[in-house]
Every structure is written in C-alpha cells, then in structure tokens.
C-alpha cells in the first residue's frame, strides 16, 4: 500500500531562514505527489507537485521540491520564510495501487518567530 | 467557477441526530472525495465518486456514514446517529480525470460539532 510520511509535526523557524519540511513515500512504485498548505479553518491549496519530467518542482509562494528516487523523499523548502508562511503544511501521494486516491501525511506545522 | 463549494461551513448537532453536508465540486470534474479530518491530523479518505458511480466506499467510518452523488454533479454525505467522536472537519475536493497525476482541488469544509 502506498503512504506517505511527514517527519517533525511541527517545524519552527526565523524570517528569512530556510524553510525545510520533510516527506517520504512508501511504495513500490513511485506515485504522483503534492504538497498542499491549510490556514485555520480553511481547506487545503495545492503548492506543488510532481508527475514525471523534472525532478525539481516550483511551486506557488516561493516554495520548491525535488523528487529524489533513490531516498523515496520529496522534501518541501523555501529559501527565507516569511511570517505568511506559517500553516499546515501536507504531504500527499497517489498512485495506481490505491486508484489515484490522494493520500495525506499528519502534516507539518510551520511556525515562523518573528 | 468559483471552486469547491462546501455547505454548511459550521454545523452544531445534538447525539443522535443525522446530519448531511453538500459538495457543489468544481462544474467539469468528474472525481470528486470526502475526507474527514481531526485535529492535528492529516485529512483521512472517505470515500470517491467517478461521475455519479461511488468507486470507493469502504473506507468510510461506519455504516453511519453514507455518501450520494446523483447526476454526477453535487455530492451529500450523510452521518446517522451521530456520536461525539464524529466530531470533526469533513473535507470534499474534486478533480478532473485528465491524468492519473491531477491535482485535487478542495472546498473550505464542514466543521462538525457533536455535543
């Protein structure tokens, strides 16, 4: 079955820092992924994703992952966060053994110190 | 479009009432998923329809539980004889079935409060 796991629920860091907030999937073959925020009592917005082609994905806000095959990750990260970055931030795979179904990591909150 | 609309936003209800909750997905997406969420969690599948045909519906919490999407357009799910521990954000998304790497796009949620 094909999963995705969020190390650190909660990431803390200064303005204008690296932001770095981690993913890993498991499955025995690589599914579709995204990377999804949520503000409070919101749904979620897509950042991100990747589907085949270039392992180095851009997103919305300044946001970027790479797809990295051979540690089965896709990590989150932004060059200097700013205090409108702090969220919950999600991870999520689909992949053909569960229909394409997107499925959810616990999620990361971000929390940016002024 | 104006994207995924989810209705009501807030919903109290007394233990053991039935409640149910509307998704209008966006107009050309034929998949369209629930989700519940709880806090401090990531959101957790329900169940998925392709067009009006439920595809997936065995992950949903309990018989309680049920979901319609009739005409292939707007979606309801329903919870019968709700308990304290249905309390939670109920989230619908949809998608276009362009490929197997589409993005979900979802509504603002259903909070449900079961006192």
């Known amino acids: 079955a094909q999963s995705v796991t969020q190390l650190g629920s909660h990431v803390s860091v200064s303005e204008g820092a690296l932001v770095l907030l981690r993913c890993n999937y498991s499955?025995?073959?690589?599914?579709?992924l995204f990377w999804y925020v949520q503000y409070p009592n919101q749904g979620l917005q897509l950042l991100l994703k990747?589907?085949?082609?270039?392992?180095l994905v851009k997103g919305i806000n300044g946001f970027e992952a790479e797809f990295k095959k051979s540690e089965t990750s896709f990590h989150l990260t932004k060059p200097s966060a700013h205090m409108s970055d702090a969220a919950e931030y999600f991870c999520?795979?689909?992949?053909?053994?569960?229909?394409?179904?997107?499925?959810f990591g616990r999620g990361t909150s971000l929390i940016v110190h002024p | 479009d104006t994207g995924v609309s989810q209705d009501p936003r807030h919903k109290i209800t007394k233990r053991g009432q039935n409640v149910t909750f509307r998704c209008d997905p966006i107009s050309e997406h034929n998949r369209l998923y629930w989700y519940r969420q709880t806090l401090g969690q990531g959101p957790e599948f329900l169940t998925y329809f392709q067009n009006e045909a439920q595809l997936e519906k065995s992950r949903l919490l309990s018989d309680r539980f049920s979901a319609e999407r009739p005409k292939g357009s707007f979606s309801t799910l329903e919870i019968q004889r709700t308990e304290q521990g249905d309390s939670a954000m109920y989230l619908c998304?949809?998608?276009?079935?362009?490929?197997?790497?589409?993005?979900?796009?979802f509504g603002q949620g259903t909070r449900l409060t079961v006192v």
């Open positions: 998304a949809s998608s276009a079935d362009r490929g197997r790497g589409t993005e979900a796009f």
């Open positions: 999520a795979g689909a992949a053909s053994g569960g229909s394409y179904i997107p499925t």
């Open positions: 499955s025995s073959v690589p599914p579709y």
């Open positions: 990747y589907t085949t082609g270039a392992t």
